[in-house]
């Protein structure tokens, strides 16, 4: 099937009781059972739900993938991979990644005796320069949260394999409408379906993509064992969002390439991160393995002053001050006192996430209408 096809039918078929055309929601906790160890497939909700098993159904489908786990958000389905490590193993991560994932790997699991070395993922040879006998597991995030950088999936991947490492890749920002990293050679796929996946800021989620069986099963060994799983109306709401992604996310890539080049013509506005420039450092990259560089950018003021930071982004009337991304509408938001602010300041300053840096999701309202309000605000 095509891929509009795919994201409106994948996991879903009438119910055969009633006929109803979308998945039920089915709100129980436990499963009558003709005798013990005799029932219909469901035993206990923890390990086992229809609504649930559906979305997983169509999540495997969208990332081309043959397995999918959902999990109650995205850090739960983080936390799910970095568990299948032992103490002593090494993990390889990008320097600039979501505040959240960095804060589980260095306040919870690095005092499990997991390594987490940290570079500049964008060039290879710097994966390549960190890799030892005990790296496990290589974890990257392409185009990166917040500075857009991008990784090679495919030199990655075989980097990981010759090491005997799995490749996990989060591919929250480009959603699996523009890259699918199980393609080209990555073991896991990881999304905080919360963003793009649901798509209308109205659900916490996360979720893992494989094709390993035996990988798989680790997962959900992990995912049953642990129980960070996501409620039915969770699952139906993200089910209900996947049949449009591929409608938004044409228009928050259409969006995103107008306010970007906007952006980066204004007169106050200094530099614009956006994977979609072709002077990107890695725009070739970029274009190879993306269908679309999406709606997710960032960029700085010439007037860094925090004063003036905090005065556009308290100016915005469409853009709202929010964390999160990947809804229909737009926000705006900075990271260094928001999705970023547990990693320590040098750290930001170090690798380029600036105190007066502004990310913005860019949602599917009219453009102009967009642009007017940013205008506004930079003044």
Not at 34 to 39: D, I, K, W
Not at 171 to 180: D, G, I, R
Not at 193 to 201: D, F, I, Q
Request: with cysteine; glycine share 8%; aromatic share 8%.
């Amino acid at each position: 099937m095509k891929t509009a096809t795919t994201y409106i039918h994948a996991g879903a078929t009438p119910d055969p009781s009633t006929g109803a055309i979308m998945t039920p929601i089915f709100q129980t906790s436990t499963y009558v059972q003709e005798a013990p160890g005799v029932n219909k497939g469901f035993e206990y909700a923890r390990s086992q739900n229809p609504t649930r098993q559906a979305l997983e159904t169509a999540l495997a489908a969208i990332e081309l993938g043959k397995f999918g786990l959902a999990f109650s958000s995205g850090v739960a389905a983080t936390d799910a991979v970095i568990k299948l490590l032992s103490p002593g193993d090494e993990v390889i991560a990008p320097h600039d990644m979501y505040g959240g994932t960095y804060r589980l790997f260095t306040k919870v699991f690095a005092k499990f005796g997991i390594v987490f070395t940290y570079v500049d993922t964008a060039s290879i040879a710097n994966i390549e320069t960190a890799i030892t006998p005990k790296t496990r597991l290589i974890w990257i995030e392409t185009p990166t949260n917040p500075l857009m950088n991008i990784t090679d999936i495919a030199a990655t991947a075989t980097i990981a394999k010759k090491a005997g490492a799995l490749l996990c890749v989060d591919n929250t920002f480009a959603s699996p409408y523009l890259q699918n990293p199980l393609t080209l050679g990555a073991d896991i796929v990881m999304h905080s379906a919360t963003k793009y996946l649901g798509g209308h800021s109205d659900v916490i989620q996360g979720c893992l993509v494989m094709n390993d069986q035996s990988l798989r099963d680790q997962l959900y060994f992990i995912q049953k064992s642990c129980g960070a799983v996501p409620g039915p109306m969770d699952c139906f709401l993200v089910l209900r969002g996947i049949k449009t992604l591929h409608l938004r996310m044409q228009r928050h890539c259409e969006n995103g390439e107008k306010i970007a080049h906007f952006l980066r013509n204004h007169s106050s506005v200094s530099k614009v991160f956006w994977c979609g420039f072709s002077d990107h450092p890695n725009y070739a990259i970029a274009k190879q393995q993306m269908k679309g560089f999406g709606g997710m950018m960032s960029f700085e003021l010439k007037n860094d002053s925090p004063e003036n930071v905090k005065r556009v982004l308290s100016s915005t009337h469409l853009f709202s001050l929010a964390e999160s991304l990947g809804g229909v509408e737009s926000l705006i938001n900075h990271p260094a006192s928001m999705t970023h602010a547990s990693i320590p300041r040098e750290e930001r300053l170090k690798n380029g996430l600036t105190d007066s840096l502004i990310r913005l999701s860019v949602g599917v309202e009219d453009a102009d209408d967009l642009i007017d309000d940013l205008n506004t605000a930079i003044g």
